[in-house]
């Protein structure tokens, strides 16, 4: 603020103060009855003179009463009156002055109002009118007022905005739906509106959704349409462009999506059937440690036995291309059954008295070819030596001789030798001897 307009507004409130204090004038006395005041705390008395005498008689008593008054005694008689006339006349010219005629219009509704406030801020307090961030004070509050000036406030309105999917809230001073959106910018021309353009909002706000008015392409059936639309979701749009969706048809985004200007949507043709498949289970295998088995050893004890299961799958065609099976469900029709095995753990002989010194290797090779997992043609002999299974167990092998490890079956080929001589290999055992 500068000096000049502080200097103008003290004057303005001495103004106010001294027309306040004078606002009931001293009264003057009938003309034949003298007035008493006060002047440095000393009593004074005006008199008021009878109807001046004319002629000589006049002269002569004026010249007597210059000569008797004291010096100085006339200014004193002056001055106090004076001092009153001025003070009068001073503070009804202040207060004339300091009143100021202004316009106030609030949301739209003007009135016309006298006030001695020095600014808009001042205005307002005195008018009991509160405003906040969202609101609109023209000119600021902080200007001062002169005589005519006019002051516009606009109240702040919520409007929670969903503008094309996009929810927020904003905040606007215009009264009407219409005034809004084009205080935000929105391009309403072909929207869509959740309430009417003329629509007031109040202080409290409103809900507004507006969808305005997009481009979007639309490929089906070997056809390219585009539309123009302001639909809530892809469906609406294929909808509105003549296209049916029957089935299985969808669209290659989702079709309760939102539409977006510019967008290109396919539209998917589906044809589909379900198709169920009987699968095999694999089975577990357990190994069961077993100290009566030679080590190297492995007998099966039982059998392992797949399980099954009943796998639903989908097969669709979209637009004409087969597309990759789809698992959609699966039961377990049988279980399987683990296979047991038992692992040998019994360390091996070392000899067999009366058959250590024969050439094993060469009736081995003789017999089988030197593979311990030999089997003849027939299926009933087997391993380096071709046991029978009767003999192999006999022995006190288990299982078969051809899943018995060579040195387990070359132990028991010189057990049978101890008990035979080379009688069970008719053709092959005289390499025994060489």
């Keep these: 603020m500068s000096t000049s307009q502080g200097s103008h507004r003290a004057a303005r409130r001495g103004g106010r103060r001294a027309a306040a204090a004078t ?35 006049a002269a002569r008593r004026a010249a007597r009463r210059r000569r008797a008054a004291p010096a100085g005694e006339g200014l004193r008689r002056l001055v106090p009156q004076a001092l009153v006339v001025a003070f009068l006349a001073g503070g009804t ?39 906040g961030a969202h609101d609109l004070v023209a000119p600021g509050p902080g200007t001062a007022l002169d005589d005519g000036d006019e002051v516009v406030v606009r109240y702040g309105r919520p409007v929670r905005l969903t503008l094309d999917g996009q929810r ?5 001073t215009a009264r009407t739906v219409e005034g809004a959106l084009r205080q935000l910018g929105v391009r309403a021309e072909g929207a869509y509106l959740s309430v009417s353009r003329s629509a007031p909002i109040g202080r409290a706000g409103l809900a507004l959704d507006v969808r305005t008015e997009r ?30 969706l029957s089935g299985q048809d969808t669209t290659s985004v989702p079709p309760d999506s939102f539409p977006h200007d510019g967008q290109t949507v396919t539209v998917l043709r589906i ?37 099954v299961r009943r796998v639903t799958y989908v097969l669709r065609t979209v637009n004409g291309v087969r597309q990759k099976p789809r698992r959609t469900s699966e039961e377990l029709v049988r279980a399987p059954v683990a296979q047991r095995v038992k692992v040998g753990t019994k360390p091996l002989p070392r000899s067999v008295a009366g058959a250590d010194g024969l050439n094993w290797g060469a009736l081995a090779q003789c017999e089988s070819g ?28 288990s299982g078969v001789a051809q899943d018995a490890p060579a040195a387990e079956q070359t132990y028991r080929a010189k057990k049978l030798y101890v008990q035979r001589g080379a009688s069970p290999w008719p053709h092959c055992g005289r390499r025994l001897y060489r």
């Design 23 to 57: 606002v009931e004038p001293p009264s003057v006395p009938p003309p034949a009855t003298p007035s008493i005041h006060e002047y440095d705390t000393q009593p004074y008395a005006i008199e008021v003179a009878p109807p001046a005498p004319s002629g000589r008689a």
């Design 93 to 131: 010219t202040a207060f004339v002055a300091d009143d100021k005629a202004v316009r106030l219009s609030v949301d739209g509704v003007p009135r016309t109002l006298h006030t001695f406030a020095d600014d808009v801020g001042e205005l307002l307090a005195d008018e009991g009118l509160a405003t």
């Design 168 to 172: 927020r809230q904003v905040w606007t």
């Design 215 to 244: 481009t979007v392409t639309l490929l089906a059936d070997g056809r390219e349409r585009t539309v123009r639309t302001n639909a809530a979701t892809v469906r609406e749009v294929v909808e509105e462009a003549g296209i049916t």
């Design 271 to 307: 044809t589909g059937t379900r198709e169920v498949r009987e699968e095999p289970v694999p089975y577990a295998v357990e190994r069961v440690r077993d100290p009566e088995l030679f080590a190297g050893t492995e007998v099966v004890e039982r059998q392992g036995v797949q399980g």
């Design 370 to 397: 030197g593979r311990p997992d030999a089997v003849d043609p027939s299926g009933t002999y087997g391993g380096l030596y071709q046991f029978d299974p009767g003999t192999w167990r006999s022995l006190g092998g």
